[in-house]
């Protein structure tokens, strides 16, 4: 079969993309994939009918385990190779490359079945032995196949794992890079490494949510060796295993610039590990890409550009605040503007920006950095968070003498920013004075814009609160299909609520009120809240009503 006259005949791609293809077979249908020239699923039926062979979609198909133990887990893997049925003439057996001849020759061979093969797509026969055998369950039950009863879980007084083995210590390498090349694929925040009583648990943050991976039974016994091999790339003593470690480790995955924030903690049943996922190839910073609503994007512009005064974003740990400020900044960045930041850790390098990384072991805190750099004469200053009393008297006495501070506070809601604050111990009438505004946000989930379903809900299931409406609107909910991993959700967004302060605000401040008068103030004047602005993107098909209710209390 002749791959370029296929892509061709079908038109699939243009002449001049079908001249940049110098290989043939299943090189070329991986290029045009990879390259995002055509759909996968396009480009396989197309091969498929000039095949005569016929092509399956493996959405809901459920893996015959039984089956699968008749085939070296790790073939599979390495040839992208699912066994989907057994019949009287051999075994069914789906594939992404029908032309590669050798695999299924070798797959033949080793189990001894007559394959006859069917097209699928690469990615839903990967997902379904992921799901079967975990993820790098190829490696694993190849390194299990070749240790046998050996445990490789120990490391030497020296502190060294037992690496001898050159092809043992490859595998693990491999394992490891399978795990971050996953996470990476599913577009995950946080891989979580946790140490049980059983094994090891691997668990992914996806969209803020955690799921389980599945994962090898063999696993549990190279749990040290994948710990030594993390603390070895993150530069860390891989035989201190009693206190907490933090490292990086810096990845290309696909051409993408990946930086991990590696931390290893001591647990009840072995070292705990975390790593945070940071795609540099995303860090181009745009307010417009942070959605605001127009008004409030247009008061929030205004904010920042005053010349002085102190300005916070509120929110829980992963609400999007550093995004925020991030985008803030690019936005407000230009030659005649000097922009300091202080950060622990600096998540991003940006671009014409002045950053400081926090180092509390020789004594760089926030408050320490903030009072060298106002000698570096800056215009706009970044503190990455107001964390005590210290810093936050840093931060509003450098806002009143000519500065426009930026910085980040865990509080629930803006009014509350004004008597945290006050609680730290700053004086009420220093606050009202540096405040000009607080922006409180959370992040939700967004729709799957390829299988959310429009349908008019009951009244009784809405919330109390939902915006009162003569005739009940058309909502979405989730359905879940192949592109959001069957979630119902792809990727999230930010709902926002926005205080700016104003001359009651201020008064009011004064007085020590509580934050419920602030916030009732706040509400007269005609501030939205989180949860004000979360029915609004209901409204507007971007998430769900359930969705609003998992990130916002009745109070917000």
């Known amino acids: 079969m002749n791959v370029h006259q296929t892509l061709s005949r079908h038109q699939l791609v243009s002449p001049a993309q079908l001249s940049q293809l110098t290989d043939e077979g299943g090189a070329a249908l991986r290029a045009v994939v990879e390259r995002q020239w055509v759909d996968e699923a396009t480009l396989l039926r197309a091969v498929a009918t000039d095949l005569g062979m016929p092509f399956v979609d493996l959405t809901g198909h459920k893996v015959d ?22 019949n009287r003439f051999g075994v069914k057996v789906a594939t992404s490359d029908p032309l590669n001849l050798a695999a299924l020759d070798e ?24 799901r079967e055998l975990g993820v790098g369950g190829g490696t694993v039950r190849e390194m299990a196949a070749r240790d046998g009863d050996l445990i490789y879980d120990e490391v030497d007084d020296d502190g060294q794992a037992d690496l001898d083995d050159e092809s043992r210590a490859s595998s693990v390498i491999k394992l490891v890079n399978e795990l ?95 790593m945070r996922l940071l795609d540099k190839s995303k860090s181009s910073f745009d307010l417009s890409s942070v959605e605001f609503p127009a008004d409030m994007a247009e008061t929030w512009s205004k904010l920042i550009r005053r010349p002085h005064g102190l300005i916070l974003v509120s929110g829980p740990t992963g609400s999007g605040k550093t995004t ?32 400081i990384q926090v180092q509390s072991k020789i004594g760089l805190t926030f408050a320490t950095g903030l009072r060298s750099i106002l000698r570096h004469d800056p215009d706009v200053v970044l503190i990455g968070e107001i964390r005590d009393a210290e810093t ?85 909910r989730t359905v879940g299909c192949r592109e959001c991993n069957g979630m119902g959700y792809q990727g999230r ?6 205080l700016v302060t104003d001359g009651t605000t201020r008064q009011l401040c004064n007085q020590r009120v509580s934050s419920d008068v602030l916030r009732d103030h706040a509400l007269r004047a005609g501030m939205t809240t989180i949860r004000q602005s979360g029915w609004q993107c209901v409204l507007a098909g971007k998430t769900s009503v359930d969705e609003v209710l998992r990130v916002c209390s009745t109070e917000s």
Not at 107 to 117: G, I, K, N, R
Not at 493 to 498: G, V
């Open 180 to 274: 971050l090349k996953e996470a990476v694929t599913l577009r995950a925040s946080d891989v979580h490494l946790e140490a049980t009583r059983e094994g090891l648990d691997i668990r992914y943050r996806v969209d803020g949510m955690l799921r389980t991976q599945p994962v090898a039974a063999e696993l549990h016994r190279y749990r040290a060796a994948i710990v030594s091999r993390l603390k070895i790339l993150a530069k860390l003593n891989i035989a201190e295993k009693r206190l907490p470690q933090d490292g990086r480790i810096k990845m290309s995955v696909s051409g993408r610039e990946i930086d991990v924030r590696v931390s290893i903690i001591p647990m009840l049943h072995g070292e705990g590990i975390v």
């Open 324 to 355: 925020t400020l991030y985008s803030s900044l690019a936005d407000i960045r230009s030659p005649f503007t000097k922009i300091i930041t202080v950060e622990d850790p600096i998540e991003y390098d940006l671009t014409g920006i002045n950053q």
């Open 107 to 130: 797959l033949t061979v080793a189990c001894d079945f007559s394959l006859e093969p069917v097209v699928a797509c690469r990615s839903q026969i990967e997902e379904a032995l992921k």
């Open 392 to 476: 936050a008297t840093s931060a509003i006495q450098a806002s009143l003498t000519g500065h426009t501070v930026l910085s980040t506070l865990h509080t629930n809601d803006a009014p509350s920013a004004f008597t945290r604050l006050i609680d730290m111990g700053i004086e009420p009438y220093l606050v009202a004075g540096a405040l000009q505004g607080v922006l409180a946000q959370r992040l939700v989930r967004r729709l799957c814009p390829h299988c959310k379903q429009a349908e008019i809900p009951n009244r009784l299931d809405l919330p109390a609160d939902f915006p009162p409406m003569a005739t009940l609107p058309t909502l979405h």
């Open 493 to 498: 967004f930010a709902i926002f609520e926005l």
């Open 65 to 86: 385990a039984e089956l699968l133990r008749c085939f070296r887990s790790h073939d599979l893997f390495r040839h992208a190779i699912l066994p989907l049925e057994k």
